[in-house]
């Protein structure tokens, strides 16, 4: 099994914006892709940066749902996360793989 990670540092201004946006949209339409099969939202603790951090986590069971959400799906959901708060956040994007 696997983890696409993005981590995600969100302005003061836009948080609670942006958090209703991910539980109520975002996450949903990343869920209906079928590329994945659960997910999480973990919140960062004791961040020395401004604003808040967050972590999503999108569990998957091969690599090849990963590159169908990729081709597919990813350039236009992020597409819409940039149009609505554009300079607002900083994000990366990682895959880890489960060991135990």
Not at 13 to 20: F, I, P, R, S
Not at 21 to 50: A, P, Q, S
Not at 89 to 99: D, N, P
Request: net charge positive; aromatic share 16%; glycine share 4%.
């Amino acid at each position: 099994m696997f983890i696409y990670n993005i981590t995600i540092n969100i302005s003061e201004d836009a948080h609670q914006l942006w958090l209703k946006w991910m539980k109520e949209i975002h996450i949903k339409d990343v869920m209906k892709t079928g590329c994945f099969f659960k997910y999480k939202i973990l919140k960062l603790l004791y961040v020395e940066d401004e604003g808040h951090t967050y972590s999503i986590q999108y569990t998957f069971l091969k690599m090849e749902d990963i590159e169908k959400y990729q081709k597919k799906f990813a350039t236009s959901l992020q597409a819409e996360h940039k149009k609505l708060f554009g300079e607002k956040y900083t994000a990366f994007r990682t895959v880890l793989e489960i060991i135990a």
